[in-house]
T-cell receptor, first 114, second 115 residues
Framework: AQTVTQSQPEMSVQEAETVTLSCTYD???????LFWYKQPPSRQMILVIR??????QNATENRFSVNFQKAAKSFSLKISDSQLGDAAMYFC???????????FGKGTHLIIQP | DVKVTQSSRYLVKRTGEKVFLECVQD?????MFWYRQDPGLGLRLIYF???????EKGDIPEGYSVSREKKERFSLILESASTNQTSMYLC??????????????FGPGTRLTVL
């Protein structure tokens, strides 16, 4: 069975600062994908960033980057220059290749202080 | 862009009613999913479907059923709604697994309240 753990139910950061959201996971698969999804208050879940486990290079999307530590089974999300629009629930998710899709963490509520 | 739509954003039903939640995707995706989202519990998989008329139970199927008569449409059915089914329901879809790399596209969600 796969598990995804987000140990921070809520995080707060000042606008323009950097924040890191933590995620650890467990899987017996050798090849898998990891995701960070964002769910703003409007509730539409959107993909922020994706990492393929066989790629050693950390994925980056503009102000969003990940720190993927495969041996430690850690997948943290770093948001640089935080903006008010970054306020949302963030979910870490894992796909191990099964037809049942993604396994999600319980989410981290990110608050941006103006 | 992939679009996943859900029939209602907000729904209020009474205990014992039969409830239908509809989900439609426009990208010819094979795989569709229904999740339930509750505070502190994240997303939990109710049912999924990998083809027309095919369905598989997820982690919390009790009290729910699904229907997939057409590729683009995946319906979640609450046969007899109960108050503990008050929740946010999210539909998602994804294409061929190897090509899609696991990424799912989500609908806006339906906030269901059962009184």
């Amino acid at each position: 069975a796969q598990t995804v753990t987000q140990s921070q139910p809520e995080m707060s950061v000042q606008e323009a600062e950097t924040v890191t959201l933590s995620c650890t996971y467990d899987t017996s698969e050798s090849d898998y994908y990891l995701f960070w999804y964002k769910q703003p208050p409007s509730r539409q879940m959107i993909l922020v960033i994706r990492q393929e486990a066989y790629k050693q290079q950390n994925a980056t999307e503009n102000r969003f980057s990940v720190n993927f530590q495969k041996a430690a089974k850690s997948f943290s999300l770093k948001i640089s220059d935080s903006q008010l629009g970054d306020a949302a629930m963030y979910f870490c998710a894992l796909w191990g290749g099964g037809a049942d899709g993604l396994t999600f963490g319980k989410g981290t509520h990110l608050i941006i202080q103006p | 862009d992939v679009k996943v739509t859900q029939s209602s954003r907000y729904l209020v039903k009474r205990t014992g009613e039969k409830v239908f939640l509809e989900c439609v995707q426009d990208m010819d995706h094979e795989n569709m999913f229904w999740y339930r989202q509750d505070p502190g519990l994240g997303l939990r998989l109710i049912y999924f479907s990998y083809d027309v008329k095919m369905k598989e139970k997820g982690d919390i199927p009790e009290g729910y059923s699904v229907s997939r008569e057409k590729k683009e449409r995946f319906s979640l059915i609450l046969e007899s709604a109960s108050t503990n089914q008050t929740s946010m329901y999210l539909c998602a879809s994804t294409g061929t697994w190897g090509l899609a790399g696991g990424e799912q596209f989500f609908g806006p969600g339906t906030r269901l309240t059962v009184l």
